[in-house]
C-alpha cells in the first residue's frame, strides 16, 4: 500500500477509535446522571453501549477510569457554554444573565450537569474531586472578572465558594423538582448573592 493510503487509512481508524470513544463518553452522561456509580456495573454499561466488556476495557482501563474521564467531558462542556465573561458594567442585570447561562447548560445538558455536581458516588475520588474543585474556582474566577469583584479578602473568598455550592445543590434539586420557575429560581440567587457579598465585605475601621 502508497504511503500516502496508509496515511489516510491510518487517520479514518483514528478517527474511527475517537469517534467510539466520545460516543461510550455520552453514553456515560446519561447513565451516571441516573443510575449511582455503585450501582453500574461495567457489565451493565456494555450491554447499554452495544459493545463487548473486552472493548469497553480497550477504550478505559476499568469503570473508574470511565467515570473519570465522563466528569472531565461535563466540566469541559459547562465551562465552554457558560460563559461568564462578556463585557458589561458590574450589576445584578449582569449577574442575572451570567446566570441564565448557567442554567441554559443545566437544562441542555441535564445528564452532563448531573454526573459532574453529584459526584455519582465517587465524589471522594481524589482526581475527580480535582476535576470538580477545578471546575468550580473557574467558574468563581469568571464570574469574579465578569462582575469586577477584585481582591483576595478571606470573607469575600468564602462567601463566593458558599454561593457557588449552594447554586450547585439548588439547581440539582430544581432539575428533580423545580418547585419554582427558572426566573424565579435566577431571581433569587441574585438577591442571595447582593445580601451575602454586603455581609462578606470586611468591617470598615473604626
Known sequence: MPAQARKRASSRSRLAVDERRNQLLELGLRLFADVPYDELSIDAIAHA????????????????EYYIETVRLAAERLLADAELTAAGPPSPELLARALDTYLDFALRHA???????????????????????????ALIDRLRLRLGIEGDDPHLLVFLRGWIGLVELTS???????????????????????????????????
Open 49 to 64: 453501549a452495544g459493545v463487548s466488556k473486552g472493548l469497553l476495557y480497550h477504550y478505559f482501563p476499568g469503570k473508574r
Open 111 to 137: 445528564g452532563a450537569y448531573t454526573t459532574l455536581m453529584r459526584g455519582g458516588g465517587l465524589g471522594a475520588d481524589p482526581e475527580v474531586a480535582a476535576i470538580i474543585g477545578a471546575t468550580r474556582s
Open 172 to 206: 440539582l434539586e430544581w432539575l428533580d423538582r423545580p418547585s419554582l420557575d427558572r426566573h424565579q429560581l435566577r431571581d433569587l440567587w441574585v438577591r442571595l448573592f447582593v445580601a451575602g457579598l454586603v455581609a462578606a465585605a470586611p468591617p470598615s475601621a473604626p
